[in-house]
């Protein structure tokens, strides 16, 4: 089970951080990942971070201004996301699996999402 937390409403150039806890397994053997939503989007893939976070993955949208991270002995992986943009605007999703990848398809559990509001 995947729970995630630390969405509001943000101002354009503001940070919030992400995070999503999970349970029920054992985390250290899993890759983690975040996708968000937008409003009549689709699911896309914003970054993904291998179990011993040797390597992340970032969608080129993020690239220098998000940072994921994980912390295994809190079986928590973070979502560190600055300067943000309107267009950030999404309901976010962490997820894992075994598999290493950027397809929604590849990823077997999802947690319940967390709305991300940013303002301009």
């Known amino acids: 089970q995947l729970q995630a937390s630390g969405g509001g409403l943000v101002q354009a150039g503001d940070s919030l951080r992400l995070s999503c806890v999970a349970s029920?397994?054992?985390?250290?053997?899993?890759?983690m990942g975040w996708f968000h939503q937008a409003p009549g989007k689709e699911r896309e893939f914003v970054t993904a971070?291998?179990?011993?976070?040797?390597?992340?993955t970032y969608a080129d949208s993020v690239k220098g201004r998000f940072t994921i991270s994980r912390d295994n002995s809190e079986n928590t992986v973070y979502l560190q996301m600055n300067r943000m943009k309107p267009e950030d605007t999404a309901v976010f999703y962490c997820?894992?699996?075994?598999?290493?990848?950027?397809?929604?398809?590849?990823?077997?559990?999802w947690g319940q999402g967390t709305l991300v509001t940013v303002s301009s």
């Open positions: 997820t894992a699996d075994l598999k290493y990848s950027s397809s929604p398809t590849e990823y077997s559990y």
């Open positions: 029920g397994g054992t985390f250290s053997r899993l890759v």
């Open positions: 971070i291998t179990r011993s976070a040797v390597s992340t």
